[in-house]
Each structure stands twice: as structure tokens, then as C-alpha cells.
């Protein structure tokens, strides 16, 4: 029963483009929602959340969109670095709940 | 100020033996969590400790497995019996107390049963 789904495992961008990495997810519990940035070798790192009491958060390059009546996430980053090559995760929780539940990841290749 | 230790970051048991991962968390972090990544998949949630308690082990597979935050020293994964489908990168976070902003993970240790 997979809640949180990431249907592309990977996604190749030209320097300089925008990404688009969608999430998708079945919970309507869920209320609070972040991406991760993950290089091999290394844990996750994280990058940005949302609430479910907004539809976009903005860090720099980053921006999260969330329509809850999709249940779809999405995390756009511009302008694409090579340095943004690595895989993608998106996680949920809800209720209050402590933990974290992950999408599949999507591996992000940035392309000079 | 260093950031969530795990270790060792490879650990390589043979079937049947025990396994024993370590994590400390970050200064000031006093909830600890344990994930678990398979080849090829997300993280999947295992565990959330405090000092001395057990919160939520709802992904915890029910036997073998088990997890302690004791009041001093770092937080204990332990696998009995360790069997081939255990092998997976573990991976442990902190967070000072509730989840906005996200844990800070730490670097995994990579479990391999031969």
C-alpha cells in the first residue's frame, strides 16, 4: 500500500531549465509534506516542507506547490545546477504523527 | 556542532549473527528515529525513540528486531538472527523536538548478510 507515490524514477534537465519532480499521494490525513535531496552514500538531506494551510512555499531556487484536492505535491527548482543531480524524495505525515512516510524517490540528472 | 553519527558506516554480519547499529543524535536532539531503505525503494519508517522511551515502533518487524534510547549513550538498532533480506542502508535522524523543518538524518550504515 504504497501512500506516497512518485511515479517517475528518473528525469534529465538541461543547466539552467526548470525541474519539475511530482508526488502523488492517497492519505488525506496527511497534512504536512517535505522533499528531500538525497546524494549516494549520504542520508538525506532535507530541502523544504509545506502545510497543508498553504499551496506553495518558497526557498530560493525551490518552490513547493501542494493542491490538496489533487493530493499532488510538487517541488520545482530554477535554475537547474549540476550540483541539484541526485535523487528526490518526498515524504508525508499527518495527525501529529512523528513519522515519515516516503515516496520512491526520482533520480534528477542535470545536464550541462 | 556535529551532525547525527551513525557507525559503523558498513556492517557486514554473515546469516544467523546479531547486528548492532549506533546513532547519536544531534546536541540538543532528543527524538531519535530509524529508517530503513531497500535496494531501490524510499525510506520506510521503523521506529521513533525518546530518552528511555519507545514512542512508536509501528514499522518494527515483530520479531527480531529492536530499538533502545538509553539515558546516556547513543540510540541501539539491534537485529537478531540477521538473514539476507535484511540487508538495507539504516539510516537514523533527530529532531529537537517536533517535526517542522524535517530531522537532520545522518550518513546510514549499510548492512550486508552473507
Known amino acids: 500500500d504504497q501512500q506516497v507515490k512518485q511515479n517517475s524514477p528518473s528525469l534529465s534537465v538541461q543547466e539552467g531549465r526548470i525541474s519539475i519532480l511530482n508526488c502523488d499521494y492517497t492519505?488525506?490525513?496527511?497534512?504536512?509534506f517535505l522533499w528531500y535531496k538525497k546524494y549516494p552514500a549520504e542520508g538525506p538531506t532535507f530541502l523544504i516542507s509545506i502545510s497543508s494551510i498553504k499551496d506553495k512555499n518558497e526557498d530560493g531556487r525551490f518552490t513547493v506547490f501542494l493542491n490538496k484536492s489533487a493530493k499532488h505535491l510538487s517541488l520545482h527548482i530554477v535554475p537547474s545546477q549540476p550540483g541539484d543531480s541526485a535523487v528526490y524524495f518526498c515524504?508525508?505525515?499527518?495527525?501529529?504523527?512523528?513519522?515519515?512516510?516516503f515516496g520512491q524517490g526520482t533520480r534528477l540528472t542535470i545536464n550541462p | 556542532n556535529a551532525g547525527v553519527m551513525q557507525n559503523p558506516r558498513h556492517l557486514v554480519r554473515r546469516r544467523g549473527q546479531e547486528a548492532r547499529l549506533r546513532c547519536s543524535p544531534m546536541k540538543g536532539h532528543s527524538h531519535v528515529y530509524w529508517y530503513r531503505q531497500l535496494p531501490e525503494e524510499g525510506l520506510k519508517f521503523m521506529v521513533y525513540l525518546q530518552k528511555e522511551n519507545i514512542i512508536d515502533e509501528s514499522g518494527m518487524p515483530k520479531e527480531r528486531f529492536s530499538a533502545e534510547f538509553p539515558k546516556e549513550g547513543p540510540s541501539i538498532l539491534r537485529i537478531q538472527q540477521v538473514v539476507r533480506g535484511d540487508s538495507a542502508a539504516y539510516f537514523c535522524a533527530s529532531s529537537p523536538k517536533r517535526l517542522e523543518g524535517g530531522y537532520t538524518f545522518g550518513s546510514g550504515t549499510r548492512l550486508t548478510v552473507v
Open positions: 515524504a508525508a505525515s499527518g495527525q501529529g504523527a512523528q513519522k515519515l512516510v
Open positions: 492519505n488525506s490525513m496527511f497534512d504536512y
